[in-house]
């Protein structure tokens, strides 16, 4: 009786640790899942804003405060950028007093910071935690913790959908 309880103990051991890991990666996958889309969807926004602007102004972050980009496109319209910690947001005026708001979640401890060059390319940098959200826990202390860096670039005005192309 006693080898059969030891048995089933190390088999119960084992299968919970198992699931564990399971679950564990699960939760990487999802993660990593919503952070493409997030992604791809704040890649388009960007890019289809900017390339519709006449006017962008750039304000770095201050202490506490977010980065903020303001584009504004050739009929009035504004459309502001915030980064804040680990969040984008995209709030669009809509005109008569409507916004439309969009929300772009990443993984703690990514860093998303806005940039200006000198041919006026405007650039949001997304550096995001290369081993998911439990990397920290499994680093020794003091460590460099490794990012994955992705950068959105676009040029204001520069939107030539609509334009007319002699062949």
């Not at 405060?65 to 009929?75: E, G, K, M, Y």
């Not at 910690?85 to 809509?94: G, I, K, M, P």
Request: proline residues 4%; charged residues 30%.
């Amino acid at each position: 009786m006693l080898t059969v309880i030891s048995v089933a103990a190390v088999m119960m051991g084992l299968a919970v640790t198992l699931i564990h890991r399971l679950l564990e990666a699960e939760r990487q996958a999802l993660d990593s899942a919503r952070s493409s889309a997030a992604v791809s969807r704040l890649a388009s926004h960007w890019r289809e804003d900017l390339h519709a602007a006449v006017q962008v102004e750039l304000t770095q972050s201050e202490s506490g405060q977010p980065s903020r980009l303001v584009a504004t496109t050739a009929d009035g319209r504004q459309i502001r950028y915030e980064l804040d910690q680990h969040v984008a947001s995209r709030l669009e005026d809509l005109g008569d007093g409507q916004t439309h708001r969009d929300m772009f979640y990443f993984p703690p401890r990514t860093r998303l910071q806005l940039f200006r060059d000198e041919e006026d390319l405007v650039r949001l940098q997304i550096d995001i935690p290369a081993g998911g959200s439990g990397a920290s826990r499994k680093q020794k202390p003091g460590a460099e913790e490794p990012f994955r860096r992705l950068s959105i670039e676009a040029a204001p005005s520069r939107d030539h959908r609509f334009a007319r192309r002699d062949t």
